[in-house]
């Protein structure tokens, strides 16, 4: 019991630090634990895991504070940011933790409605998802008042996603979050002449109807392979428009942290890894159920820790902006450059500097940002209508 | 429904809590016991055990020995790491983490860690 607790901690202690480090994806740090030389067993496990969820919740500190994302957090910069200029920067990720808290104790809640539903409906299912994408990028698109602009940004980037994704470029998602959502964040801050006001650190409320949201729509993603977090997000705040930023922010913690869980139920339950966590733990420990109820109460412990921890260092960390925003834009920027070319090589930084030129554009012509999304919706779409390239 | 975020780390606590006590519940329990204790009662049973390895012999990657303290028992590693290999000696005092199993009518120990004492 005292060895078991002894990994969740450390797991804590090493996902905060991950979370920290702009532009570091959960899923890479899982894996690079299976080539770790410690051993190989429960315990290992029981790290993984809370290392994965730590990391969950505090990637939201350097993507609302810093406007460096993380594949899974990027979406929250645009809200994230807007609520930064007003001081609100320390409540905008305090609305992400409370997401994913919430989120992942209503995943609990809600496990054995999943688990039956897995198994009466996964065949049907999947058959619904390209035309909800389509929905959503349809609407997207007739909400523009500049139509071919916008129909240029979806253009350019379904066919920058579609290559990026088909082309052996290493982790392509990561490069293009970067160049859609990050480089023009960045650019802007240091271009413009925008002072970031003294954070605040005040409480406000969240609705606990949106984090039962976040909960049910991470559970169903759970069972479509393709559809990520960040998909899921950004139609669930299409279809439920009323959600508004401080809405969107609790969803999207609450699908990032609460797809963790699921995905834990989909590998013992169908032996699938659907996040770079339970493809660590797949090479760690054998998918026995006896094991299962030993690795939720971790992953619930976890939760509640990382919570916690996360608003404290979320406490110290909104203090950095005192100092020169611009400065840490630029250093953001170098360094983000650096990842790039670090994880993905030169072909990496040449698809990032496209996703840049293409978001740029798209803030020039007054295209909202999110139409940008088309690069991963694009290729999720053709990918379950059966299109490859 | 709204919610005040401040009470957010109260109920990341709650959970934590609830964590670790369904964690108590569901973790095995590993005894520790002597050799001589071990009874046909605590067949499927986890326990954690001091002896001396003897009579070690390896075959297709699996470990066959007895570990001795006052009495002997019958234990087999399966496929242990080089690590772990490693600590597996004839005469080596160690710490055998166990699950205690019947095989052709005899108790025995399925092996699953060592540690060096």
Not at chain 1, 12 to 29: C, D, E, S, V, Y
């Amino acid at each position: 019991m005292i060895e078991e607790i002894s990994f969740l901690l450390i797991g804590i202690i090493a996902g905060t630090i991950t979370g920290l480090i702009p532009g570091l994806h959960a899923n890479t740090i899982a894996l690079i634990t299976i080539y770790s030389p410690l051993e190989k067993n429960l315990g290992f496990a029981l790290f993984v895991i809370s290392m994965s969820i730590t990391h969950s919740f505090v990637d939201a500190i350097p993507t609302i504070l810093l406007g460096a994302p993380s594949e899974e957090s990027f979406l929250s910069i645009l809200p994230g940011h807007r609520m930064l200029l007003q001081g609100k920067g320390f409540e905008a990720i305090q609305l992400t933790i409370f997401g994913g808290l919430f989120a992942s104790i209503i995943s609990l809640i809600l496990m054995p409605f999943f688990f039956s539903f897995t198994n009466n409906y996964n065949e049907i299912l999947p058959l619904i998802i390209p035309a909800i994408l389509f929905g959503t990028l349809l609407l997207l698109f007739l909400s523009e008042k500049k139509k071919p602009n916008a129909l240029i940004v979806i253009f350019i980037s379904a066919t920058l996603g579609i290559i990026a994704l088909n082309s052996g470029i290493k982790n392509p998602i990561l490069v293009l979050v970067i160049g859609f959502f990050a480089i023009p964040s960045l650019l802007q801050s240091i271009f413009s002449d925008t002072k970031i006001p003294e954070q605040k650190k005040s409480f406000g409320q969240g609705s606990s109807k949106t984090a039962l949201l976040a909960g049910f729509v991470a559970g169903l993603i759970s069972i479509f392979p393709g559809v990520g977090p960040s998909q899921a997000a950004f139609v669930s705040k299409k279809i439920f428009k009323n959600i508004g930023k401080r809405g969107y922010l609790t969803i999207i913690g609450g699908i990032n942290t609460a797809n963790l869980l699921f995905s834990l139920l989909m590998f013992f339950v169908i032996g699938k890894t659907r996040t770079g966590m339970t493809v660590a733990l797949n090479s760690i420990i054998s998918t026995d159920l006896k094991i299962f109820p030993i690795l939720l109460a971790g992953a619930a412990f976890s939760v509640g820790l990382a919570a916690i921890t996360s608003e404290f260092v979320a406490g110290e960390a909104i203090k950095i902006t005192k100092i020169n925003y611009q400065n840490i834009s630029k250093g953001i920027l170098v360094f983000l450059v650096f990842i790039v070319i670090y994880f993905s090589g030169v072909i990496g930084l040449i698809a990032t500097l496209s996703a840049a030129g293409v978001s740029l554009f798209g803030l020039a012509s007054k295209v909202k940002r999110g139409l940008a999304m088309s690069f991963l919706m694009v290729p999720t779409m053709l990918f379950y209508l059966g299109i490859s390239f | 429904m709204l919610f005040d975020l401040h009470k957010t780390k109260i109920i990341g606590l709650g959970l934590a809590l609830l964590g670790i006590l369904v964690l108590a519940m569901v973790l095995p329990e590993e005894k520790n016991l002597r050799v001589t204790e071990i009874k046909q009662e605590h067949i499927g049973e986890n326990v954690k055990i001091i002896g001396i390895i003897k009579e070690l012999k390896i075959r297709n990657g699996n470990v066959f020995f007895y570990l001795e303290n006052e009495g002997r028992i019958k234990s087999v590693y399966f496929q242990p790491k080089t690590e772990q290999m490693l600590l597996l000696k004839e005469n080596e005092t160690v710490k055998a983490t166990a699950k205690i199993s019947l095989y052709k009518n005899e108790l025995e120990l399925i092996v699953e860690k060592v540690e060096r004492i």
